[in-house]
């Protein structure tokens, strides 16, 4: 049974920093692409960024690039995301999913989701 548990979600004033985790199980780690969306209220789910679990591949949209940072911790099967310089219109429940397919920013390959986190950023 494949789980995705996400954390470290949270408020912060804009200009500052988050880190979310998504903690892996029930599926063979390195075969599986990882990727974090958003969405906000009224708006449609929007890919942030993802990692190839087997290799080095990672790809972020243009919205957060040089601002967010995906990274993962095999031994701990985790992904983690990196939010530096945030800003308001980064506020929304941040989910984690996961495919076997290809790692992508559409939403329609990722099979597993987890339960989202929430991410408030005040001006």
């Known amino acids: 049974q494949v789980q995705l548990v996400e954390s470290g979600g949270g408020s912060v004033q804009a200009g500052g920093s988050l880190r979310l985790s998504c903690a892996a199980s029930g599926f063979t780690y390195g075969e599986y692409a990882m990727a974090w969306f958003r969405q906000a209220p009224g708006k449609e789910r929007e890919g942030v960024a993802t990692i190839y679990t087997g290799s080095s591949y990672i790809y972020y949209a243009d919205s957060v690039k040089g601002r967010f940072t995906i990274t993962q911790d095999n031994d701990k099967n985790t992904v983690y995301l990196q939010m530096n310089s945030l800003k308001p219109e980064d506020t929304a429940m941040y989910y984690c999913?996961?495919?076997?397919?290809?790692?992508?920013?559409?939403?329609?390959?990722?099979?597993?989701w987890g339960q989202g986190t929430q991410v408030t950023v005040s001006s």
């Open positions: 999913a996961a495919s076997g397919v290809v790692a992508s920013l559409d939403a329609r390959l990722y099979r597993y």
